[in-house]
């Protein structure tokens, strides 16, 4: 398996970056904390442009969150960096092979919809059925608020286990 949807960019070469590995088998980590995780990174890369920040601590804490939420076995890797005039962050971890058919249909209706449409009809479902958890809002936010470009790429791990990539771009300033 070797599915790339959205605007995924292999190779990239950080100018700067902040790496973080978490292994919640070795050390169990709450999704909620994600936020912590979120912050910090914000604050390491606020210097780069207006509202930079922000856009970090959002958009962060919602990788991270999916991540340890969502994931399976093994590590959760961040890296936040610049390229250029660009924010990146990437965060790769694992998740069931059963899975991917599932999250493929989700992320492929985010990039080939009108994020703004698709919104409400997210916000629609989620109140119809509220202990749904996989709406995507998180992403179309990104999409919508903060003009991101999302990216994501599905490897086979070992057989039983994907690996995910998903990687968040944002514009550091006016291009």
Same mark, same amino acid.
């Not at 999916?66 to 890797?77: C, D, H, L, P, Y």
């Given at each position: 398996?070797?599915?790339?949807?959205?605007?995924?960019?292999?190779?990239?070469?950080?100018?700067?970056?902040?790496?973080?590995?978490? +292994?919640?088998?070795?050390?169990?980590? +709450?999704?909620?904390?994600?936020?912590?995780?979120?912050?910090?990174?914000?604050?390491?890369?606020?210097?780069?442009?207006?509202?930079?920040?922000?856009?970090?601590?959002?958009?962060?804490?919602?990788?991270?969150?999916?991540?340890?939420?969502?994931?399976?076995?093994?590590?959760?890797?961040v890296i936040v960096g610049l390229v250029e005039s660009e924010l990146i962050m990437k965060v790769s971890n694992r998740l069931p092979v059963g899975d991917v058919p599932a999250l493929v249909a989700l992320l492929e209706e985010m990039v080939s919809e009108d994020p703004w449409e698709l919104i409400v009809r997210r916000v629609e479902a989620n109140a119809a059925d509220p202990t749904s958890s996989k709406s995507g809002l998180g992403f179309l936010t990104l999409l919508t608020d903060y003009d991101a470009r999302l990216g994501w790429h599905i490897v086979d791990a070992d057989g039983r286990h994907a690996c995910l990539h998903t990687l968040v771009c944002l514009k550091t300033q006016e291009g």
């Open positions: 398996m070797n599915i790339v949807i959205g605007d995924y960019r292999p190779g990239l070469e950080f100018d700067t970056r902040l790496d973080l590995t978490f +292994h919640p088998e070795e050390f169990p980590v +709450h999704w909620r904390r994600a936020a912590l995780t979120a912050d910090f990174a914000a604050s390491w890369f606020a210097q780069a442009g207006d509202g930079v920040g922000d856009a970090i601590s959002y958009a962060l804490n919602e990788l991270v969150e999916n991540a340890i939420k969502f994931g399976s076995t093994g590590r959760v890797q």
